[in-house]
């Protein structure tokens, strides 16, 4: 997990906010459960995993926030994101200014095609997830993959089990396939 | 979570607190994403879901919450409970310290055994997804039915339209059926 500069004296120094988006259907409350109990596995670290709905939470883009800390975590929302995930664009122009300056944005950009201009990473998890596994509903767990290389939040033999344990009977296999595509997908970008 | 310092103002007056708890593997995380989501369609409320990991979350029992508000919710975790789901004796010894004096407890007795000497609704869920759904992964269900009759937080078509969404294709009607029981059941218990 990189240290962020949280100066505010109320949130601890270790805090990390982490926001999948995209639209409905793409799967971004099941990857943020997933991550959620795989880090909550993983180490003594607290997290908390949420969704809002509210009528400013209409429209086409979903969200669903994953935030770790050492300490117990008072206040659960994400208010400045360490890593935003956007599958779509409209995701992306609605929560890139959450994003820390200093954030890390990760984009599928099978369907965003305007980025901002500054640091981040960019893989196609859906054309990915289509062509490689087969399957495009498993395009969250690819960005999932890509995740857990980029980061250091989750080991990614405990991110693979925890996203076994909850996909349904019959998945296993191409869960696990998109996981090691997402994950090796994103250690390439890592090598640049 | 124990009561904090939260008895400010600052809590909108119609502040509605929801947890799902049980053991792991109960679906009460899905119950309670499916619970927010369509809490979020019926109206115009806002409403987060929400569940933890920590060092004091470790052991059998598994909670998800559900806060539902007019207002924005600035503090969406859990505090003073307005209704409590038990599915465990584990789990209804662990949060109902939680519950409010005059909060509802909503009690799963095909496990739980020693219910507190207050006012409270207590069906077999478990026992009635076996024998009348034939599958015992869907008394998570027959609870959100019981949960439906017992409360006005959204309405029973809004709520199994919610369910099918997000159940896994080839399990509607065992999902349907799972509602309606769970909400005949309680509607009994309502006219006693």
Redesign the interface.
């Known amino acids: 997990m990189t240290a962020e500069s949280n100066d505010k004296a109320s949130i601890p120094q270790d805090r990390f906010e982490i926001r999948l988006s995209g639209s409905g259907g793409q799967g971004m ?1 099941f990857g943020s ?1 997933v991550l ?2 795989a ?3 993983a180490g ?12 400013e ?1 209409r429209g086409g883009a979903s969200k669903a926030d994953v935030v770790v800390s050492s300490e ?6 994400a208010m400045k994101l360490d890593l935003l995930l956007a599958m779509t664009q409209e995701a992306l122009d609605k929560y890139y200014p959450d994003l820390k300056e200093n954030g890390m944005l990760v984009v599928d950009n099978t369907l965003v095609t305007e980025i901002p201009d500054r640091d981040h990473y960019a893989r196609p998890f859906t054309r990915l997830a289509r062509e490689e596994v087969g399957h495009i509903m498993v395009a969250n767990v690819v960005a999932l993959g890509a995740i857990c290389a980029l980061t250091d939040i989750v080991p990614l033999d405990v991110l693979t089990d925890a996203v076994l344990a909850r996909a ?1 009977r019959g998945t296993e296999d191409r869960n696990r396939k998109a996981i090691e595509i997402g994950y090796n997908e994103a250690m390439k970008l890592k090598k640049k």
């Open positions: 409350i459960v959620c109990e880090i909550g596995r003594d670290k607290n997290v908390v995993q949420s969704q809002s709905y509210g009528p939470a117990e975590i008072y206040y659960p929302k349904p």
